[in-house]
């Protein structure tokens, strides 16, 4: 079974930092890889999506990588600001079966102004 | 932009009511979930839908059930509610194919 895995649990860092949030996978055979923010008591909010093929994506200051023979992906962002505080969770698809996502416990991030 | 809506943002029921939770999705989308998130436990599936009138189990379907009669909505459905279903509950869709799947802003359910 696919194991998701992100570390640290918890970050705080300072307005304007660079920062990076990591995700590993147990089985390198997926089929995507998806980044998703939450904010408490809400829903999540996807970010970006690497298709098993690419290497990374970026959306504004988030870039997001993936190595799929390490079974990593990294989540970068650029010159954090206060409202990036929140909780960001990745998601591995193994295959085309529609229930078959798996998801990280998250990270939750608080950058502080 | 894809849009799923929930019906509820907060709920708060007595043990043994049944509960309706209902999800619309706008873009077509085959796919729709259901998932319950609990502190320390993450997100749990606990029905997918493939198509209208296709159900099928998924981690934790034990307590719930599901309807899907039009493509756009899928609902939750708490036969008797307990106090262990209480959570929040998020619903999800996406299309076939490599496609992101996204998710609505989550009914927090109380059973009391």
């Known amino acids: 079974k696919q194991e998701v895995t992100q570390i640290p649990a918890a970050l705080s860092v300072p307005e304007g930092e660079n920062l990076v949030l990591n995700c590993s996978f147990t089985d390198s055979a997926i089929y995507n890889l998806q980044w998703f923010r939450q904010d408490p008591g809400k829903g999540l909010t996807s970010l970006l999506l690497i298709q098993s093929s690419q290497r990374e994506q970026t959306s504004g200051r988030l870039n997001a990588s993936l190595d799929k023979s390490s079974g990593r992906s990294t989540l970068y962002i650029a010159a954090s600001q206060p409202g990036d505080s929140a909780t960001y969770l990745c998601?591995?698809?193994?295959?085309?079966?529609?229930?078959?996502?798996?998801f990280g416990t998250g990270t939750r991030l608080t950058v502080i102004p | 932009d894809v849009k799923v809506t929930q019906s509820s943002r907060y709920l708060v029921k007595r043990t043994g009511e049944k509960v309706f939770l209902e999800c619309v999705q706008d873009?077509?989308?085959?796919?729709m979930f259901w998932y319950r998130q609990d502190p320390g436990l993450g997100l749990r599936l606990i029905y997918f839908?493939?198509?209208?009138?296709?159900?099928e189990k998924g981690d934790i379907p034990e307590g719930y059930s599901v309807s899907r009669e039009k493509k756009e909505r899928f609902s939750l459905i708490l036969e008797s509610a307990s106090t262990n279903q209480t959570s929040m509950y998020l619903c999800?869709?996406?299309?076939?194919?490599?496609?992101?799947?996204?998710f609505g802003p989550g009914t927090r359910l109380t059973v009391l």
């Open positions: 999800a869709s996406r299309g076939q194919g490599r496609n992101e799947q996204f």
């Open positions: 839908s493939y198509d209208v009138k296709m159900k």
């Open positions: 873009m077509d989308h085959e796919n």
């Open positions: 998601a591995v698809r193994r295959g085309t079966g529609a229930n078959n996502l798996f």
